[in-house]
C-alpha cells in the first residue's frame, strides 16, 4: 500500500529537520544535508519511505529558508500548540459550572478562527513556493547530487541508468502549466530531459527524466497546483548509455576534449528523444481523435 504524505499544515518542520524553533539558515542548511544524504533516492532506490521522507526534508528546507513562508508556519504552529494547551485546559476543568464552560468554548471558537486564518494564510505561502520555485532547494539538491556523485565515481563509471517517460494531465487551462513551470516542478525529483505539450489536446503533455527511479518518485508524490492538480501515470522507460549521474559543465567543467565530445553527444541524443517524444505526442492525438470519431 502507497504511503501517505501528511499534510504540511500538520508538521513539525523544526523537529523532522532537528533543529531549534530559532534555528539560522546555516543551521538548517546542515541539518538537510545531513538527514537527506541518507535517504536519497539515488542511495535507496527501492525504498519507497525513503523517497517520502527525502521529498518531506526538501520541502521543509524550501519552507523554512524562505522568510515570508517561514513567519507564516511559524505563526501557524504557535496557535496549534495554543490550541492543544487551550484543550488540556478544558479536559481539566469540565466540572466547573455550565457558565464557565460557556464562556471557554466561545473564547475557543474565536481562537479556532484566528488559527484556521493563520493556516490559510500558510497554504497561500506555500502555493507561492511552489509556483516560483526555491532557487536555495535547487542549489542543495545539485549539492547533494554532486556529493553522491563524487562518492560513486571510482566504482559507477560506465554504469547504465534508465529514464522514463511521465504522462501528466490536467483538468484547468491550457496556460497555468506551460513547458517551463513543468520542466521547474519535475526537476525537483531528477533531470528532465524533455517536456512536450499537446497542441490539440488541452491539458495534456509527456515529460521524459533522465532518470527512471526519478520518474518513479515523481509519479509517486507530485500532485501539482492545489486548485489544479496534476495526474501523473509512468509510460515506459528506455536505456540510456549515460553514466548514473548527469552533471553539466556549470558543476563539473569540461576540461578535456573527451569531456567536449561527450557534451556534444549528448545534446544530440536529447535533440532526437525530443524528436520521438513529438511524434509519440502526435501519434497519440491522432489516436484520440480516432477514438473520438468513432
Known amino acids: 500500500m502507497p504511503l501517505k504524505k501528511k499534510p504540511v499544515t500538520e508538521k513539525n518542520l523544526y523537529e523532522l529537520l532537528q533543529v531549534a524553533i530559532d534555528a539560522t539558515e546555516k543551521e538548517i542548511k546542515t541539518a538537510y544535508r545531513k538527514k537527506a544524504l541518507k535517504v536519497h533516492p539515488d542511495k535507496n532506490p527501492n525504498d519507497e519511505k525513503a523517497a517520502l521522507l527525502f521529498?518531506?526534508?526538501?520541502?521543509?528546507?524550501?519552507?523554512?529558508?524562505?522568510?515570508?513562508?517561514?513567519t507564516a508556519y511559524d505563526k501557524l504552529l504557535k496557535a496549534r500548540e495554543a490550541a492543544a494547551v487551550r484543550h488540556r485546559q478544558l479536559d481539566a476543568k469540565?466540572?466547573?459550572?455550565?457558565?464557565?464552560?460557556?464562556?471557554?468554548?466561545?473564547?475557543?471558537?474565536?481562537?479556532?478562527t484566528a488559527y484556521k486564518s493563520e493556516e490559510e494564510r500558510f497554504q497561500a505561502e506555500i502555493e507561492r513556493l511552489r509556483k516560483?520555485?526555491?532557487?536555495?532547494?535547487?542549489?542543495?539538491?545539485?549539492?547533494?547530487?554532486?556529493?553522491?556523485?563524487?562518492e560513486d565515481s571510482s566504482s559507477s563509471q560506465g554504469t547504465e541508468d534508465v529514464g522514463a517517460r511521465l504522462k501528466v494531465i490536467w483538468k484547468g487551462s491550457q496556460g497555468k502549466y506551460d513547458q517551463e513551470t513543468l520542466k521547474r516542478i519535475f526537476n525537483k525529483y531528477g533531470?528532465?530531459?524533455?517536456?512536450?505539450?499537446?497542441?490539440?489536446?488541452?491539458?495534456?503533455?509527456?515529460?521524459?527524466?533522465?532518470?527512471?527511479?526519478?520518474a518513479e518518485m515523481a509519479q509517486r508524490l507530485e500532485k501539482g497546483y492545489l486548485d489544479d492538480p496534476l495526474i501523473v501515470t509512468l509510460i515506459g522507460h528506455k536505456g540510456c548509455s549515460e553514466p548514473v549521474r548527469d552533471f553539466s559543465s556549470t558543476s563539473f567543467g569540461l576540461q578535456t576534449e573527451t569531456d567536449f565530445e561527450s557534451?556534444?553527444?549528448r545534446q544530440l541524443r536529447q535533440a532526437e528523444e525530443r524528436?520521438?517524444?513529438?511524434e509519440e505526442m502526435?501519434?497519440?492525438?491522432?489516436?484520440d481523435e480516432e477514438k473520438n470519431g468513432s
Do not use: N
Open 191 to 214: 533531470d528532465v530531459s524533455v517536456v512536450v505539450i499537446s497542441k490539440k489536446k488541452k491539458g495534456s503533455a509527456l515529460i521524459e527524466m533522465v532518470d527512471h527511479r526519478s
Open 55 to 70: 521529498h518531506e526534508l526538501s520541502e521543509a528546507l524550501e519552507i523554512l529558508l524562505d522568510s515570508s513562508a517561514r
Open 282 to 287: 502526435k501519434r497519440k492525438d491522432a489516436e
Open 94 to 112: 469540565q466540572k466547573k459550572l455550565k457558565e464557565d464552560l460557556e464562556a471557554r468554548e466561545k473564547a475557543a471558537e474565536s481562537h479556532r
Open 263 to 265: 557534451l556534444v553527444m
Open 275 to 278: 524528436r520521438k517524444l513529438i
Open 132 to 150: 516560483e520555485g526555491s532557487q536555495v532547494l535547487k542549489a542543495e539538491q545539485e549539492s547533494l547530487r554532486r556529493h553522491l556523485y563524487d
